[in-house]
Antibody, heavy 115, light 112 residues
Framework: QVQLQESGPGLVKPSETLSLTCTVS????????WSWIRQPPGKGLEWIGY???????NYNPSLKSRVIISPDTSKNQFSLTLTSVTAADTAVYYC?????????WGHGTLVTVSS | DVVMTQSPLSLPVTLGQPASISCRSS???????????LNWFHQRPGQSPRRLIY???NRDSGVPDRFTGSGSGTDFTLKISRVEAEDVGIYYC?????????FGQGTKVEIK
């Protein structure tokens, strides 16, 4: 059974950089697409972007200038970097497998942007 | 972006009764490979979304057969034949055909 686990700081200051890691167990990241999705408190889901295990990526145009998603195949992980954060980036961040349909999800991690 | 519109947004249901959620897209969801990348997810409070249905009508492993997805083009439906207590939560449709992928607003299912 594939399992995903998000990790990273729960609090980030405005204008700083949010960095999260997704660790995949029970399967390899090789051969698959992997995504990051977020959900502001009490709101709906927003897809951030996806990457292929070889490193090619595609991002939501609304975030494109601030986002990087990249793999670390040696650790069976992939990461999310979001720069110049504001309060609007406060959300639960999920990692998931897939680009067009997400069959496995992490439990999510709450990231709060506040000084 | 493709807009996904769900209705109703709130759905009180009686245990054992059927329920139906509609999802409409602002563009056809048929991809160039012939597939329609329309998925349904269920999210319980405090939990991550769980996929129920992929490519319109394919039920995920372990999903009860009381859940049925149907539709084509721009018009899709998720039906629950007999609602059980564990079915409460928010249901989202999501399209993966067009860039970027987009979700519906969510439909909150609760027991009357």
């Amino acid at each position: 059974q594939v399992q995903l686990q998000e990790s990273g700081p729960g609090l980030v200051k405005p204008s700083e950089t949010l960095s999260l890691t997704c660790t995949v167990s029970g399967g390899s990241i090789s051969g698959y697409y992997w995504s990051w999705i977020r959900q502001p408190p009490g709101k709906g889901l927003e897809w951030i972007g996806y990457m292929y295990y070889t490193g090619g990526a595609n991002y939501n145009p609304s975030l494109k200038s601030r986002v990087i998603i990249s793999p670390d195949t040696s650790k069976n992980q992939f990461s999310l970097t979001l720069t110049s954060v504001t309060a609007a980036d406060t959300a639960v961040y999920y990692c998931a497998r897939g680009a067009r349909f997400y069959d496995y999800w992490g439990h999510g991690t709450l990231v709060t942007v506040s000084s | 972006d493709v807009v996904m519109t769900q209705s109703p947004l709130s759905l009180p249901v009686t245990l054992g009764q059927p329920a139906s959620i509609s999802c409409r897209s602002s563009q056809s969801l048929v991809y160039s490979d012939g597939n329609t990348y329309l998925n349904w997810f269920h999210q319980r409070p405090g939990q991550s979304p769980r996929r129920l249905i992929y490519k319109v009508s394919n039920r995920d492993s372990g999903v009860p057969d009381r859940f049925t997805g149907s539709g084509s083009g721009t018009d899709f439906t998720l039906k629950i034949s007999r609602v059980e207590a564990e079915d409460v939560g928010i249901y989202y449709c999501m399209q993966g055909t067009h860039w970027p992928g987009t979700f519906g607003q969510g439909t909150k299912v609760e027991i009357k």
